[in-house]
């Protein structure tokens, strides 16, 4: 599923906009989830508590709360993976969107002649590899997390610890459960307290994994065999992909 967000502060527009990509998305048979921000700093709060959950961005440049230039710098400095496409009234910001690695820009009025070319473009750029997220509810905490940011998750009696790519996140449950959404995802149980991401394995050792980012996570004796094996199949498929 390819993730959109638009965030424009006219209702109409977004309305607009939306709609438009619906039927794109039809036409082509992309399964897609859009939702809409009204304003530029809802926006960068949402993404920076749900970090990797957004592939393609429709991001207006003149909004009253916040120029969409600098939610766009912002939003650079924790995410370079989302694709982010400007909707504007004016010709005149489009240099700027190059300093933000902006995929392309949309003329509020003319969009028809360049949103399905620069939709299916930020489709093409999205990994594909890294499609699922999980959702994690423990009494009223609810997060979404990108399986692509995880390196690894550990559990304490009955604390959760998920390790990103950005930060530490704890909440009580069972490792059980992890492993039922996760073990068909790339993930492994390294350890009976250990599930770790193959996409994030640097080396294996005969006591431990070092993860790309260096950092360690125990292996045990009796899964070693399973994890490599594991490991291996994974390169193997990656490659073929490739």
Do not use: P, W
């Not at 949103?115 to 999205?126: F, G, N, P, Q, R």
């Not at 492994?188 to 006591?207: A, D, F, P, Q």
């Amino acid at each position: 599923m390819v993730r959109i967000a638009i965030c424009d502060d006219q209702d109409i527009f977004q309305g607009t906009i939306k709609n438009k990509l619906n039927l794109l998305l039809k036409k082509e048979c992309i399964k897609a989830q859009i939702d809409c921000y009204d304003s530029g700093d809802k926006l960068i709060k949402f993404l920076k508590e749900n970090k990797g959950i957004y592939d393609i961005l429709f991001l207006d440049i003149l909004m009253s709360d916040i120029n969409g230039l600098d939610v766009a710098k912002e939003i650079r400095t924790f995410d370079n993976r989302m694709q982010i496409i400007f909707l504007t009234s004016s010709s005149d910001y489009i240099l700027q969107g190059y300093d933000v690695e902006a995929l392309g820009y949309l003329i509020k009025g003319q969009e028809d002649k360049k949103l399905e070319e620069v939709l299916l473009k930020a489709i093409e750029k999205t990994d594909k590899n890294y499609d699922d997220y999980i959702m994690i509810k423990s009494g009223s905490f609810i997060r979404t997390i990108c399986l692509k940011n995880i390196e690894f998750i550990e559990v304490r009696n009955r604390t959760i610890t998920i390790n990103t790519d950005y930060e530490t996140i704890d909440f009580n449950g069972k490792m059980e459960d992890m492993q039922n959404e996760l073990l068909c995802k790339n993930f492994i149980l390294s350890h009976r307290s250990y599930l770790v991401n193959v996409r994030k394995i640097k080396h294996i050792g005969t006591s431990s994994i070092e993860l790309k980012s260096g950092k360690e996570v125990l292996l045990s004796r009796l899964r070693s065999k399973g994890v490599k094996k594991a490991y291996l199949d994974y390169i193997f498929e990656y490659n073929k992909e490739e």
